[in-house]
């Protein structure tokens, strides 16, 4: 989930019945959003876009109860937000097929196959090269801000290409358990995922 999105934040601190708003409290939001959603050995994850970082360096900097850096690096922050943290960086190669994903979800406001099942009517996906053209290019921005970061701080993150990833799902998702610290056999499987491609017809006569 995208926990520290500026529009999303909201939506998940009621979901998850935290107490604290993240518009205000978001140091207090974040502690308890990764109390009540790590796992049973300790496990916290979330997504974190590029475009989200400033915003969610300067509410964390804004609340009086965050008692951490108020200065340093990016890298400083987190660690001090994070404890033990480990970053997975998630890519697509293939960034066309990726903007007109991003449009068309943002169009229809189906983001993934879950929404898709709910039965809730989608908006009407037009075809628009212009906003197909700019998330192109934000995506490359966005990946070359992420490989700057790693690089200046040092770095190695666990890297999952999504073309990979659907040939490779669950070699993948045992070789990414031990990059956590986790004891997995080799023939470790993992559990199908209840996501559904979305990518259609539209998709490729866009």
């Given at each position: ?74 890298r400083e922050i987190l660690d001090a ?47 628009d090269f212009a906003a197909i053209k ?73």
């Amino acid at each position: 989930q995208e926990a520290f999105s500026p529009t999303r934040s909201p939506h998940i601190a009621a979901e998850h019945g935290v107490s604290f708003n993240p518009k205000t409290e978001f140091w207090g939001y974040v502690s308890e959003l990764m109390r009540l959603r790590q796992t049973p050995n300790g496990v916290f994850g979330a997504k974190l876009m590029w475009s989200q970082v400033p915003w969610f360096v300067t509410r964390l900097k804004a609340d009086p109860a965050w008692s951490g850096p108020a200065t340093g690096t990016l890298r400083e922050i987190l660690d001090a937000v994070f404890p033990d943290l480990r970053f997975i960086w998630m890519r697509r190669r293939d960034k066309i097929r990726q903007a007109i994903s991003l449009v068309k979800a943002k169009q229809t406001r189906i983001y993934n196959s879950m929404q898709a099942a709910s039965g809730a009517p989608p908006g009407m996906a037009t075809y628009d090269f212009a906003a197909i053209k700019r998330e192109v290019r934000r995506l490359h921005k966005d990946d070359r801000s992420w490989g700057a970061f790693f690089q200046q701080a040092g770095v190695s993150p666990f890297v999952v290409v999504y073309e990979d990833f659907v040939a490779t799902y669950h070699a993948t998702i045992r070789d990414l358990l031990r990059f956590l610290g986790q004891n997995v056999a080799d023939g470790f499987q993992a559990p199908p995922t209840n996501y559904q491609r979305l990518a259609d017809a539209v998709n490729d006569e866009w």
